[in-house]
C-alpha cells in the first residue's frame, strides 16, 4: 500500500492531537484511502523538550526546516506551530516545493489567504485551512460549498474558545476573569500570547477568513474593527444576566446596502437566541443566506483533538486528491476582488449603558435630556444598587447609530451628576420569525 508522508510543523496542542488522531485512526483511515498517513517529520525549537513523548517513537524529530525541504518524498505539511514568522515563509516555501500544505494557522491565512491559494494552484498542490476558524467545526467547506446557491446576508459567529469560556465561567460559575483565562490556558484553548483572543484579534482573524469566504471577497484582518472583552466586569455580566442576556464575544460580518460592515465587539446576546446557549469553549457560527434562511454551525471551537480533527480532514481530503491526481484545484479563499466596507459609524445597534451617577434628585432628568438631544430612544432603565450617595444605573436604548452613541458617551461624562461611564456594550436583538 502506497505511504504519504507528513511533515508536522509544531507538536503543542495542535499538533500532538493530530499525532493521536493518526494513531487512533489510521486503520480506517487507510481502508477510506487507499494508502497509509505516516509522521516522518516534527518540526518543533526545542527537540530535547520532546525526546521521551511516546507519540514521536520512530518520528524524526528536528528543529531545521531546510531538513524537511530537502526531502522529496515528503507529501503534505501540515503547519501547527502558529505566529505569522516564520509559519508564513515555511508555508509558501513548502509550496513552492510542490508539498500540499494543511494549516490551522488564522494569523497567516487572515493576512495572505489569497496569496497563498495562488502559490498552490500555480504549484499544483493544495492548501487548505478548516482549522483556522470554530476549531472542530466544519464551516469553512461548508459555506464555500453547500451554501453556495446562496447570496450570504450576515454571519455571525462566536469564534473564539478562550473568550466564550471566560465569559460563561464569570456567568455560570461567578469565576474572575484572569482565573478563567488561566484555566482556558492551561486546557491549552488560549494563543501563545492571550492578548490575541481577550482583545478580540483572533476573533477577527477568523471574521476575516469566514467573509472572504461568504462575501466572496478578498478581506484581511485588517479590514475588521476590533473590540474585545478586557472591559466586561462580573458586574455586566451578572446585570446582563438579571435581564435575560449573555454576554458573548461577537464576530459579526453584514452586508449593507452599499458595502460590508466587518466588526468583533462583546454584546449582550438575549437568552432567546440559539448563540446565548454556546458555553465554554463552545463556538457557533450562525449564517444567514438569502435563499436557505438561518444555518447555525456549532461545535468545539478549540482544544487538542476536536481542533485534530478539522486538521485531519484536510490531511485526508488532500490524500485522495494526491491518490487522483488532482492537487491544485477547487481550493477556497482565491478571490482578489476587494468590496467597498461601510462605515461602522451608521451601524445601528441597541446599547447597554453602566452609569454610576449621584444619588440626587433631577439626575434621570439631566441623563434623559442628553440621550433625547442625541435622538436617541430609550428602552429600559434600571437602578440596581445604591452606595455610598451613588446610584448605578442600566439603560438599555432603542436601536442607535454608533456615531450618535459615541457623541452621548462625551456628553454624560461632562454632566455635573455623572460619576463615571462605566460600560456601554451593544445589545443584540432577537429579530428571528
Ligand atoms: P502551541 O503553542 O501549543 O504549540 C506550538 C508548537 O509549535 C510547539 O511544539 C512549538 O515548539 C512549535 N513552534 C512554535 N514556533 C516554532 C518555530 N518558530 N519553529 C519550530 N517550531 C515552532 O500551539 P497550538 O497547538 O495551540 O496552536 C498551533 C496553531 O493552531 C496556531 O496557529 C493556533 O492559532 C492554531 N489553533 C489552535 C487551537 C487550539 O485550540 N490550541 C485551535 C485552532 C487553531 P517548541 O515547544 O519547541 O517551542
Ligand atoms: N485561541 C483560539 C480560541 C484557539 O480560543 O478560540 C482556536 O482557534
Redesign the pocket.
Known sequence: MKTINIALLGFGTVGSGVAETIKRNSQMMAEQLGCQLKITYVLVRHPDKYKNVPLLEGVHLTSSFEEIMADPDIGIVVEVMGGIHPAKEYIFEALNHKMSVVSAN?DVVALFGPEIMHTAMENHVNFSCEASVG?GIPILRPLHDSLAANEIESIVGIV???TNFILSSMDEEGVSYSDALRVAQKKG???ADPTN?VCGY?AARKLAILASIGFRANVTFDDVLVEGIEKISQKDVQYASEMGYAIKLLAVGTRQDNGIALNVYPAFVPRTHPLASVKGSYNAIYVTGNIVDDVMFYGR??GSLPTASAVMADVISTAKHIMNGSTGTGMMLTETKRIPFYSSLKLKNSYYFRLIVDDVTGVLSQIASAYADHDISIKEVVQKSRFEDAAELMIITQDTPRENIIQVEKALQVLPCMRQVANIVRVMNDDRE
Do not use: V
Request: charge should be negative; aromatic fraction near 8%; proline fraction near 0%.
Open positions: 488564522k476549531g473564539n474558545g478562550t484553548f488560549a494563543e483572543d483572533d471551537g478549540a
